[in-house]
């Protein structure tokens, strides 16, 4: 069988029938169909589009943030451009029936990098009777609304890692020096890379239900779905799928009467699992158990599939560097231990330039399994994003050579983008190679790099730190726990 470039020959086992792990119910919330999908990889492409898209809405505008801040600009590196607040109240006035809502974590205030005052006391943008800014409160204790979604008239939805805040944009080149990388402020930022993922149809209106189900929870408020859907894709956006299924799996804890739903943690542990060939994560944090040990257990076999990671090395503030760095290096630590093969890489990305070398902050939170799983979406592999957060991912599973081929060029797109080199030539590089590890490190010579965790070669401790349980719970914390396991033993 013949490959063409980026495509491998599928795995023997997968022709008939490529691994089945979205299932309604269990490893996600809903199967939706979507005309179109892409992906889009930094903020510069995702703001752009978002532009774009929001240009055309008439009725419906929902915005669901761990954070918010409407002085950024889409479009900052366009003289001249808008604020976001000042284009979302253009768009009301332009609109008689635009409503424009958005739902940010009640937190955000105290924890997020955005100007809390506006969250708190609104600004001009916002004085007008069809635009709603809500603080969500509706969270268990130490609990965060982590979901980014944008959803326009029911018809184009956009999430992944993204929120509409400072600090997310920025251009592939990832330049040491971008002038238009700066704050609403003027200071400028490090360098930034995420993902986020485009759909519509069907998909945008599951993802509208979603968010109308957050506001009814947070607010009381009842929302009726859009009464028209129509087609505002952009125009300059190239899908990457057509015709797909997409999958939405969620997080949330449990409060109240709403029971806890952990669909992001099924659907991790089956599409992991079910790994052959080659694993490429992208995450800001990777540090929960399970995931170390279903690493651990590919590694362990002599056949098993290459695994690259890519994350963030500087943590901000000390309660994250001592759970998510400290616990990421220790599972490091632990994976290194059983890689007797050679396939293990967890790396971060870096730029070497004449004007100083500069760490690139990965804050996408991405999984590619072989050449038939995609997913996308707000969840960490920490232990809060599978059971305290409220997360959103959505998935695609590749059942044509269309789909198959698309997530293969995905991959190569997001490693030549790091690598500074045409994702075409390390496509065709891997196709002779036939390794992702091998490639990688052939092109890993140019200004743009990976550099290996210290934790990849120095010795020290493998067990998650004492408190993790508490800094990082993978459940809501309750104060009262004692008298309710005393009420069971009692009933």
């Not at 008939?16 to 919330?29: E, H």
């Not at 409160?137 to 929120?163: E, N």
């Not at 158990?289 to 500087?314: A, N, S, W």
């Not at 508490?470 to 004692?482: H, K, M, N, S, Y």
Request: with cysteine.
């Amino acid at each position: 069988m013949n490959a063409s470039p980026g495509l491998q020959s599928p795995d023997p086992i997968f022709v008939a029938a490529p691994p089945k792990v979205l299932r309604t119910g269990d490893t996600c919330w809903r199967l939706s169909r979507s005309a179109h999908a892409a992906v889009l990889i930094d903020g510069a492409d995702y703001f752009n589009r978002l532009d774009e898209a929001l240009r055309k809405a008439r009725h419906s505008i929902f915005i669901l943030g761990w954070d918010f801040d409407s002085r950024i600009r889409l479009r900052p590196d366009v003289p001249g451009s808008p604020t976001l607040g000042d284009l979302l109240r253009e768009l009301v006035d332009q609109h008689s029936q635009l409503e424009v809502r958005a739902l940010i974590w009640s937190a955000a205030v105290v924890h997020a990098p955005s100007e809390p005052k506006q969250l708190l006391l609104g600004a001009e943008w916002d004085k007008h009777e069809r635009i709603k800014i809500k603080l969500d409160t509706f969270h268990p204790i130490y609990a965060a609304h982590h979901q980014k979604v944008v959803v326009i008239d029911d018809s184009i939805a956009f999430a992944g890692g993204m929120d509409l805040t400072v600090r997310r944009w920025d251009s592939h080149p990832h330049m040491v020096d971008n002038p238009a990388r700066v704050s609403p402020e003027g200071a400028p930022y490090a360098p930034i890379h995420d993902v986020q993922m485009a759909v519509d149809a069907d998909a945008a209106a599951s993802l509208a239900d979603m968010a109308r189900d957050r506001w009814l929870r947070a607010t009381g408020e009842d929302l009726s779905p859009c009464s028209e859907r129509h087609d505002i894709w952009p125009a300059t956006l190239p899908a990457d799928f057509v015709e797909n299924n997409i999958a939405v799996a969620r997080t949330y804890p449990q409060l109240g009467e709403c029971e806890s739903v952990t669909e992001v943690e099924r659907l991790t542990r089956a599409s992991l699992r079910l790994a052959r060939k080659h694993i490429y994560i992208e995450q800001q944090y990777m540090t929960a158990p399970f995931v170390g040990d279903i690493l651990r257990d590919h590694l362990r076999k002599p056949d098993g599939p290459e695994i690259m990671v890519l994350m963030t090395r500087e943590s901000r503030g000390i309660v994250e560097r001592l759970v998510m760095g400290h616990n990421r290096d220790r599972l490091i630590r632990r994976l290194k231990k059983h890689d007797h093969h050679g396939r293990l890489r967890v790396c971060y990305p870096t730029i070497r330039s004449e004007n100083g070398d500069a760490q690139v902050m990965v804050h996408s939170k991405l999984m590619v399994i072989d050449d038939w799983f995609l997913r996308i979406g707000s969840a960490n592999l920490n232990n809060r994003s599978m059971g305290l957060d409220s997360e959103c991912d959505l998935a695609i599973e590749a059942h044509d050579q269309d789909a198959r081929q698309a997530i293969n060029r995905l991959r190569w797109r997001l490693i030549g983008e790091h690598l500074d080199a045409e994702p075409q030539v390390i496509a065709a590089h891997a196709d002779i190679s036939g390794s992702m590890i091998a490639t990688i490190d052939h092109f890993n010579k140019n200004g743009r790099g990976f550099e290996c965790f210290e934790a990849m070669t120095n010795r020290g401790p493998t067990r998650p730190v004492l408190g993790t349980s508490i800094l990082d719970p993978a459940r809501p914390f309750e104060p009262l726990w004692f008298l309710r396991r005393k009420k069971r033993r009692n009933t």
